[in-house]
């Protein structure tokens, strides 16, 4: 069975419970395994860290129960809490995996740019004070896309087999004083996005030139960078999968506060 699930990270230590802290995976097994009466364990599309968001999070499991979709969903919902929400339920064979057979993952970094910070979206946006230059930060992102070695974009901790990673899609918008960054890649470090960010950042507000990023992706040194983004401002939008998994639409809604 694969489910899509929506998820508000500010309470949670990450996806995956820690020592200092409840993960998403933890209350999602445990209100799965209340809908089963069996003990449920699943694997997600992409980990996300302690504070990041989650619009369309992908997991599967195994089970010996059958349950109409609705006892997966609304079902399973009851037991979890209010940050946590299935979105839908979806039977699949046992040659789908939520992690492995994912094409891509998105994320979108979302900032408000102002003088002030936020006050109605604390804990879901990051905040920059100084004037960002749009076109500086895309002439930046320019040199990320592609496959490289993200070795200077990593966490220290990072339990990635290797550092290589293809971005597909990196572009930067604004809308008022909504900044948004927007990638698309094969799959991520630890950190990764918000490592990219964090050069990103300096970039537009002059402090760097675009072609910095370069230099940051050649080193392949984290001590090379930035620093890193705050986790509010991050969101895993969904993976993408081959059309012949024939899960439900992993289109999100638009992800803007206003």
Known sequence: MALGIEYDGSAFCGWQTQADGVGVQSVVEAALSQVADEAIAVQCAGRTDAGVHALCQVVHFDTSRERPLRAWTLGTNTHLPRAVSIRWAQPVGQDFNARFSAES????????????????????????????EIA????AAAHLVGAHDFSSFRAAGCQ????????????????????????????????????????????????????????????????????TAPAAGLYF??????????????????????
């Not at 990219?196 to 992706?217: H, Q, T």
């Not at 081959?242 to 992800?255: A, G, H, I, M, Y």
Request: hydrophobic share 45%; net charge positive.
């Open 136 to 139: 500086r930060m895309n002439a």
């Open 237 to 258: 939008l969904a993976p993408a999968y081959p059309s012949c998994f024939d899960l439900p639409d992993l289109k999100t809604p638009d992800l803007e506060p206003w």
């Open 105 to 132: 993952r998105s994320y979108r970094y979302l900032l408000l740019n102002r003088a002030s910070r936020a006050g109605l979206w604390h804990g879901r946006i990051a905040w920059e004070h100084r004037s960002l």
């Open 160 to 227: 990635s087999a290797h550092p290589r990673r293809t971005v597909h899609r990196l572009t930067i918008s604004r809308r008022g004083e909504l900044v948004s960054v927007d990638i698309t890649a094969n799959a991520f470090l630890q950190h990764m996005v918000r490592n990219i960010v964090g050069v990103l950042l300096k970039i537009g507000a002059g402090e760097r030139e675009p072609g910095w990023a370069a230099e940051v992706l050649a080193a392949r040194d984290r001590r090379a960078a930035a620093m």
